[in-house]
């Protein structure tokens, strides 16, 4: 039976040669697009879990959807962005925080060393924290501190690429840069960080290697930003465990409805 199968299929290929090779090239063409198709799934799949895996399993970011704009009445202000008052809330109302920073990001900022070498990047104004909610590799030197931030001192870390800009070669720490109109003591510098910008559901993996980080307190003081305003641009929360995870996030959607 089979060889007569086997026979029937050569008869078939010698009388018919181009229709069998575009029937064999249409089977090897739609496997291998198959193929394809899966391997990019699974490729795409791995980077999220790896995105996901690095911003941390347990975390529930709050992120500013829309600014104030000043054809709006005052009055309406109080509503838009994230504050003092949230972050207060968040600590008395939300059970199972392990840690939490809230940040003031500034885009596309200049910054400048004392030698006149200028470049281009991201400002984030973040607590002490921050550094282990988004497992920030610093490789050398150190992140602020709780003294730093309480006694609102002028230091920042800083990636390795501006570094690279600002300093060349030199080894950045101790040197000073200078961010808007405050000039900043570098005591740590981020390196490695492999992740190219991106966004997945509101978590944003930042160009790190372009980035400055400032105590949060430091950047109020010095800018003059009273408690009262509209301070963050969002605020990172870190939980213990996973237990009631939907219910904490279906309580603070409610919660933050109501005050903003």
């Known amino acids: 039976m089979l060889s007569e199968i086997i026979s029937l299929c050569f008869k078939s290929f010698k009388t018919h040669k181009t229709r069998s090779i575009l029937s064999a ?3 090897f063409f739609g496997v291998g697009a198959v193929i394809g198709m899966l391997s990019i799934g699974e490729g795409a799949k791995k980077e999220v879990l790896n995105l996901i895996k690095m911003m941390g399993e347990k975390h529930i970011i709050l992120k500013v959807s829309k600014d104030f704009t000043e054809n709006q009445e005052n009055r309406d202000k109080a509503f838009y962005g994230l504050g003092f008052s949230d972050l207060r809330i968040l600590k008395e109302g939300l059970p199972g925080i392990k840690a939490l920073s809230p940040s003031k990001k500034i885009e596309n900022l200049e910054f400048y060393s004392k030698s006149g070498e200028k470049a281009k990047g991201n400002l984030f104004a973040v607590q002490k924290d ?11 030197g150190r992140f602020f501190d709780e003294e730093d931030e309480r006694e609102g001192l002028n230091v920042c870390v800083i990636g390795k690429g501006l570094s690279l800009k600002l300093f ?6 101790g040197k000073k840069i200078k961010a808007l109109e405050q000039w900043y003591t570098v005591v740590g510098v981020v390196y490695d960080v492999k992740l190219k910008k991106g966004q997945l559901e509101g978590i944003e993996a930042e160009e790190y290697d372009k980035s400055v980080y400032v105590p949060l307190r430091s950047f109020i003081l010095k800018e003059g930003i009273k408690e009262g305003e509209s301070t963050f641009d969002e605020i990172a929360i870190s939980l213990k465990d996973l237990r009631g995870l939907k219910e904490k996030k279906i309580y603070l959607e409610k919660l933050f409805k109501r005050l903003h």
Do not use: A, C, D, R
Request: glycine share 10%.
């Open 25 to 27: 090239l249409g089977v």
């Open 168 to 173: 060349g070669s030199e080894n950045p720490l």
């Open 130 to 140: 921050y550094k282990e909610l988004i497992n920030l590799p610093v490789k050398i």
